[in-house]
């Protein structure tokens, strides 16, 4: 679905967005979700071992690409500190790159946002360790 470049886009994008936090992201991609993709998403959370953090700051970005589904999800630590419409405004901003067919500008805008709200409430922190992989997952 992306290029070795536009991969390593997204992980740069990624490691960025890190640099502002001590959470961590991932992005999950697979073409289709026969569910609801929230309910996936935390599937996919888990199976990737994202709840092992240890603020519990976990952020997931899950796209069903051939489906046009999309879900973000945060571990506990991030969901007792804000509230329900947290993550819409980072969804809002895939969306609009996503319906001009721009899936790596999308996952790279959601990324920037989302690093950016998740340092209000989990700045970095000294000897800050990458805890999660940077490497986009694909189902």
Known sequence: MLSKLQQQKVMDSIAAAELATSGELRVHLEPTCHNDPMARAIDVF?????????????VLIYVAYEAKKLAIIGDQGINACVGPNFWDST?????KHFKEEQLTEGLCAA???????LAHYFPPVA?????????????
């Open 46 to 58: 888990y199976e990737l071992g994202m709840q092992a953090t240890k603020q519990r700051n976990g």
């Open 91 to 95: 969804r809002d901003l895939m969306l």
């Open 111 to 117: 990324i920037s946002e989302a690093g950016k709200q």
């Open 127 to 139: 000897n800050d360790q990458d805890e999660l992989p940077n490497q986009i997952s694909f189902g």
